[in-house]
């Protein structure tokens, strides 16, 4: 069995799903802080919203192809460019399994990013991939517990928490503003619970934005503005009906004193996350530190204590008012020492992982 060092010269980085553009970034930036040369097969999709970006794109999925011409142009590319290290930023679904299928003798090394841990139990489609990719790297080390290890595989963890734009320098405390990530639906945030708890007395001063495309033709988003305008807090909700640039989502973070993820026990929101996968609003918090106001069931995730704020909803108004500044700086300045925060320590976590020893008894 050969200890060597992995090599790390040329390294592909794939992502053809349309989505997780936002996981991205931090991976780039850690592979040019390496001096490690790499190119990206993204769809076009991800190409466009890929901020300073584009230039380094090869466009290996357009609206409309399909799983074979997905997976010609992909092969196609491992084939002319030669890279040692496949990472697929989104290790799943069909064109991952024909790939890995394709490439199961090749020496080609094949790196996937688990978002949601359901993929490892029970998903036939899975079990063919690692037939080839056996190195994993999952969003938070609670999911990564979940799975715990596998004989034959490394798994680790880590937070992609680079995201694209300049950050604005953060309002002072209180704003009274309180950001939830992505658009209005009904399967990723409690909407009703939200109804109840922003109407609470004692919130009145307090506006939420949410931070991403609500398409006001789905029924659920005119279901919801329905409802706020019948508690009469259709002016205390930031709704945005089109894409939410980088420099919206900036400012707009640049307000806020909180981030609410809207995930509640009992409800579809807690069907996946922090169940099987992160919502995208942890890692917003962990990059700009803004604190989380999480519901009291998830004070059991230990990693992101020092990034939290808890509640029941029934008292939500309540625990906003124990909030002192004092306490809010506190918590703030504890995101910002916090090593685990840390986009630094992050990236040097990603490159660990890709370079560490080899002990593969097949190289």
């Not at 037939?131 to 994993?136: D, N, T």
Request: hydrophobic fraction near 40%; charged fraction near 30%; charge should be positive.
């Amino acid at each position: 069995m050969s200890k060597n060092v992995f090599d790390l010269k040329r390294v592909l980085l794939v992502e053809a799903g349309g989505s997780h553009d936002e996981c991205l970034y931090t991976q780039i930036h850690a592979l040019r802080e390496a001096g490690v040369e790499y190119k990206l097969a993204v769809d076009d999709k991800v190409a466009a919203r890929l901020d300073g970006f584009q230039n380094e794109c090869v466009i290996v999925r357009r609206n409309g192809d399909d799983n074979k011409a997905i997976v010609r142009e992909i092969r196609k590319l491992i084939r002319d460019y030669q890279p040692d290290t496949v990472i697929f930023n989104t290790a799943q679904g069909r064109f991952v399994r024909d790939l890995a299928l394709q490439h199961l003798f090749h020496k080609v090394r094949f790196v996937g990013l688990i978002h949601t841990t359901r993929k490892f139990k029970g998903s036939f489609t899975q079990k063919l991939i690692n037939l080839k990719c056996k190195e994993y790297l999952f969003l938070a080390d609670f999911l990564l517990k979940d799975v715990g290890q596998r004989p034959g595989k490394h798994l680790d963890f880590f937070y992609t928490l680079d995201f694209p734009g300049k950050k604005e320098e953060k309002e002072p405390f209180p704003q009274k503003r309180i950001a939830i990530i992505g658009g209005v639906e009904h399967r990723r945030k409690d909407l009703d619970g939200f109804v109840e708890m922003i109407g609470q007395k004692g919130l009145e001063a307090y506006r939420v934005v949410f931070l991403g495309k609500s398409d006001d033709s789905k029924e659920e988003v005119q279901l919801f503005i329905r409802k706020l305008k019948e508690k009469g807090l259709e002016d205390r909700v930031h709704i945005f009906h089109d894409f939410v640039s980088h420099d919206q989502f900036a400012a707009e973070l640049a307000k806020a004193d909180f981030i609410l993820p809207l995930i509640h026990p009992e409800t579809p929101s807690a069907d996946q996350y922090f169940t099987n996968q992160i919502p995208g609003a942890m890692n917003v918090s962990l990059s700009w530190k803004i604190p989380m106001l999480l519901h009291e069931a998830y004070e059991r995730i230990t990693e992101l204590q020092e990034a939290s704020f808890y509640y029941k909803p029934g008292n939500f108004a309540e625990a906003i008012a124990a909030i002192d500044e004092q306490t809010y700086s506190g918590k703030v300045n504890g995101m910002k020492v916090y090593l685990p925060y840390q986009t630094a320590v992050n990236k040097a976590r990603f490159m660990h992982f890709l370079r560490r020893e080899n002990t593969d008894k097949q190289s």
